[in-house]
T-cell receptor, first 110, second 111 residues
Framework: TQLLEQSPQFLSIQEGENLTVYCNSS?????LQWYRQEPGEGPVLLVT?????EVKKLKRLTFQFGDARKDSSLHITAAQPGDTGLYLC??????????FGTGTRLTVIP | DVKVTQSSRYLVKRTGEKVFLECVQD?????MFWYRQDPGLGLRLIYF???????EKGDIPEGYSVSREKKERFSLILESASTNQTSMYLC??????????FGPGTRLLVL
């Protein structure tokens, strides 16, 4: 079983603050995905990273894949209440399936 | 945009009932998946299918079965619902198994 640990589990911040959440594993992944899930809804794919050291930006969100392809981070600049949700990382060890972390629950307070 | 729809958003069933959850995708994806999501346990894979009439067990297949008669439709069946199957059920599809698009989920309560 591939173990993906996300930290922190819970994060509550004020609007306008910056934050970083982490996704770590002892396993190597061929790709890693980040999803955001709002209450009562399914996860929505934000980004896929595939190359060690890769950095992708999506507006105020910056995703980084570790050089060794075992970890990833998500940085949000100037958080807004609309960023509130459960952030899930998911790693693909190869072409089969995804293994999901348990998520970071983010609350941005107006 | 990829669209994955699930037949019900909320469902209440009694112990012992047979329950059908249906999922339809409109992007001609080969792969479809059923997960359940529980607090503190994350998403756990129940079954997946990589082609019509093909199915593979995931991590927690006990108490469940699936059917894929058409490429766009993947059904999850609870043969005899039990209270420990109360959960959020999520369907996903993808052209490649490592990139999956999710439906809105079905919140099932078994009494």
């Amino acid at each position: 079983t591939q173990l993906l640990e996300q930290s922190p589990q819970f994060l509550s911040i004020q609007e306008g603050e910056n934050l970083t959440v982490y996704c770590n594993s002892s396993s190597v992944f061929s790709s890693l995905q980040w999803y955001r899930q709002e209450p009562g809804e399914g996860p929505v794919l934000l980004v896929t990273v595939v190359t060690g050291g890769e950095v992708k930006k999506l507006k105020r969100l910056t995703f980084q894949f570790g050089d060794a392809r075992k970890d990833s981070s998500l940085h949000i600049t100037a958080a807004q209440p609309g960023d509130t949700g459960l952030y899930l990382c998911a790693g693909a060890p190869g072409a089969n399936n995804l293994f999901f972390g348990t998520g970071t629950r983010l609350t941005v307070i107006p | 945009d990829v669209k994955v729809t699930q037949s019900s958003r909320y469902l209440v069933k009694r112990t012992g009932e047979k329950v059908f959850l249906e999922c339809v995708q409109d992007m001609d994806h080969e792969n479809m998946f059923w997960y359940r999501q529980d607090p503190g346990l994350g998403l756990r894979l129940i079954y997946f299918s990589y082609d019509v009439k093909m199915k593979e067990k995931g991590d927690i297949p006990e108490g469940y079965s699936v059917s894929r008669e058409k490429k766009e439709r993947f059904s999850l069946i609870l043969e005899s619902a039990s209270t420990n199957q109360t959960s959020m059920y999520l369907c996903a599809s993808g052209r490649y198994q490592e990139t999956q698009y999710f439906g809105p989920g079905t919140r099932l309560l078994v009494l």
